[in-house]
């Protein structure tokens, strides 16, 4: 018979002596535990909480960072081209406006510059294209940054978020007025 289904009595001994070695060690743990006195048990204690507190925190600061990384306006239009830009973004000059606007549609990423999103969005408004100017508002929504706002070198004509959110509000009752009366708009804002 080369298996046996029992195994021979000399081994189970041993078998039971290192259980109950285990056993007695396991017990010696514990009794040293219970032996330590309270103060080595507040310092363990008090140890663990300090490393579960620095673990936390560079959690949140590696989170704090990625966010802060992430809240940066990308910048396209660069100070030379809003220079030039500023002069122009009224309605009385849209002629100089467009070939500025459509350069910067022509830019990569312009989308998500809030200062070329303003000129462009700006630009829909005064040849009252609502489709574009909303598209382009709704992007504008997406990347702009309270706390950073529109660069100052646009200029004091360029357009807050509020007014170009109204702006394009109006352009959008006035669309769907044309679209109910068959082409008569409503008055103009301020008439």
């Given at each position: 018979m080369l298996f046996r289904k029992n195994?021979?009595?000399?081994q189970q001994p041993l078998k039971e002596a290192t259980s109950t070695a285990v056993v007695a060690?396991?017990?010696?743990?514990?009794q040293k535990f219970r032996s330590m006195n309270k103060r080595t048990l507040v310092m363990m204690v008090a140890v663990s909480v300090v490393v579960a507190l620095v673990v936390v925190g560079v959690i949140i600061q590696s989170?704090?960072?990625?966010?802060?990384a992430n809240n940066v306006n990308v910048t396209v239009c660069n100070d030379e081209l809003l220079n030039n830009v500023s002069g122009v973004?009224?309605?009385?000059?849209?002629?100089l406006l467009m070939p500025l606007a459509q350069d910067i549609q022509k830019m990569t990423n312009y989308e998500k510059d809030p200062n070329c999103l303003n000129v462009v969005i700006t630009y829909f408004i005064h040849i009252s294209d609502f489709n574009n100017a909303r598209a382009h508002l709704d992007k504008?929504?997406?990347?702009?940054?309270?706390?950073?706002?529109?660069s100052s070198k646009l200029g004091?004509?360029?357009?807050?978020?509020?007014t170009l959110r109204l702006?394009?509000?109006?352009?959008e009752e006035q669309n769907k007025r044309i679209n109910e009366t068959g082409g008569v708009p409503s008055p103009r804002l301020g008439e």
């Open positions: 195994k021979p009595k000399s060690g396991q017990q010696s743990s514990i989170k704090t960072n990625n966010n802060k973004l009224t309605a009385e000059n849209v002629e504008l929504e997406v990347v702009y940054k309270e706390d950073q706002g529109f004091n004509n360029a357009k807050s978020l509020a702006n394009v509000n109006f352009l």
